[in-house]
C-alpha cells in the first residue's frame, strides 16, 4: 500500500500562489493515476486536478483550468499541484489521492481512488 503525505499549504492572498506537493511511499509503477481534490466547509469533495504516472496526461477541473498545474517527479515519488492567481473561491482542505488499480478508471470520481493523504489547509485572504 502507498502512503500519501501532502505538503505546502498555507495562508495567501488571493492572487498569490502556492505550490501543493503530495509525497509517496512505496513503489509507484504502471500508469496509475494521482489526483489533487479539495473539499471547503459544508461541500462535497471535488475534483481538482490528476496526472497518469506513466503517460504524464493532466486533468483539470474547469475551475481550475488555466491557473493550476499538476506535476509529478518520478525520482522523488512525488507529484506537485502548482496554484497560481489563487481565488477567494479556492480555500479548502486539498487531498493527494492515488488509484493503484492501474485499471485506467475515471481520474474525476472519489470512488476510483483508493489511498489518500491528510490533507492539507488552503486559505486565501482577500
Known amino acids: 500500500q502507498v502512503q500519501l503525505v501532502e505538503s505546502g499549504g498555507g495562508l495567501v492572498q488571493a492572487g498569490d500562489s502556492l505550490r501543493l506537493a503530495c509525497a509517496a511511499s512505496?513503489?509507484?509503477?504502471?500508469?496509475?493515476?494521482m489526483g489533487w481534490f479539495r473539499q471547503a466547509p459544508g461541500k462535497e469533495r471535488e475534483f481538482v486536478a490528476a496526472?497518469?504516472?506513466?503517460?504524464?496526461?493532466?486533468y483539470y477541473s474547469d475551475s481550475v483550468k488555466g491557473r493550476f498545474t499538476v506535476s509529478r517527479d518520478n525520482a522523488e515519488n512525488t507529484v506537485y499541484l502548482q496554484m497560481n492567481s489563487l481565488k477567494p473561491e479556492d480555500p479548502a482542505v486539498y487531498y493527494c489521492a492515488a488509484d493503484l488499480s492501474n485499471l485506467l478508471r475515471s481520474v474525476y470520481r472519489t470512488q476510483n481512488y483508493n489511498s489518500w493523504g491528510q490533507g492539507t489547509q488552503v486559505t486565501v485572504s482577500s
Open positions: 496526472i497518469r504516472w506513466r503517460t504524464l496526461s493532466t
Open positions: 512505496g513503489r509507484i509503477f504502471g500508469n496509475i493515476a
